[in-house]
């Protein structure tokens, strides 16, 4: 048994969507998550800057006392986990891309043909399609970037026609010319628009890791006999940047979750800075 929190970690809110998925999974678990809002978005920056504001984020985690770390974003998980796990080699640190490949390599057929939509990083380092058919080689795998679905997400525009003309704008042409049966939302901010994509297009298969990564948590604190049992405690949500979006993005991702929550602003550069 282990009370220690999990800890998680995005650009930004994105990853937040994880965190529904494994309070109905382990309810006993407690979380604290950290969205990096004040620099979001990761998805167009260098992998050297990716790879130090995960360093960063990472280092504030472990001096928090989790037992494990869960990379919620797909950027990152693309570029740095074996880095991270190298620097912190006393803790369990899981990305989010590794369950989904094998989720999407065991599951899905042979004739298949599936897309990945992410950011330019997460698609130029071919990560879901190299993991993917290291599985699985005779799956079809067909990438797109889709680099300003983060900010309207993180600016709230989700509900509404501008967002439909920009999943329209990179989506329409990719799944009628590769024939697509599934996509991979490859960026934790993307279910939050699943329901427009389903609409959209709903001669797909929509696969979210945000859902599969919580049965990789369950795994690894099952071979650690490191599971939750009856703690009372608040979960507590850190932004770099706690902006009126944040906030009204965790009420809406956790407005059926019967879970005490705390908002805290926390100045990464300016602790880093002392």
């Known amino acids: 048994m282990d009370n220690r929190p999990i800890g998680f970690f995005d650009s930004g809110l994105g990853g937040l969507t994880c965190i529904p998925y494994l309070m109905r999974e382990l309810p006993e678990e407690k ?3 950290f969205g990096d809002t004040a620099r979001t978005p990761y998805g167009s920056k260098a992998t050297r800057t990716i790879r130090n504001f995960s360093m960063e984020i990472t280092d504030f985690l472990v001096k928090s006392d989790v037992k494990m770390i869960v990379i919620a974003c797909n950027t990152v ?24 490949a094998r989720y999407v390599a065991t599951y899905r057929g042979v004739k298949d043909k599936v897309g990945v939509i992410g950011t330019k990083v997460t698609i130029a ?13 005779r ?34 042409s990719f799944v009628r ?5 599934a996509v991979v939302l490859g960026c934790t901010h993307y279910p939050l ?22 049965g ?11 599971f939750a049992s009856g703690s009372d405690f608040t979960n507590v949500f850190y932004a770099s940047d706690l902006s009126e979006n944040f906030i009204n993005m965790i009420d809406n991702i956790f407005k059926d979750e019967e879970k ?10 300016r602790e880093i800075s002392r």
């Open 31 to 33: 979380i604290i998550y």
């Open 216 to 226: 990789r948590i369950r795994e690894v604190l099952d071979d650690r006999d490191g």
């Open 260 to 269: 005490k929550v705390k908002f805290l602003n926390f100045d990464l550069e």
């Open 193 to 214: 628009i699943k329901k427009n994509i389903e609409r959209l297009y709903p001669q797909l298969d929509i696969i979210n890791p945000s859902d599969i990564v919580a």
């Open 177 to 181: 010319e590769n024939n697509l049966d």
């Open 125 to 137: 380092s071919h990560a879901y399609k190299n993991k993917i058919q290291k599985y699985n080689n």
């Open 139 to 172: 799956i079809q795998i067909a990438e797109a970037p889709c680099p300003a679905f983060v900010p309207l997400i993180e600016e709230g525009i989700i509900d509404n026609e501008i967002m439909d003309l920009t999943i329209r704008y990179y989506m329409d």
């Open 77 to 100: 998980s693309a570029t740095c986990v074996d880095d991270l796990q190298e620097r912190f080699p006393d803790i369990p640190i899981i990305g989010i891309i590794e369950p989904t």
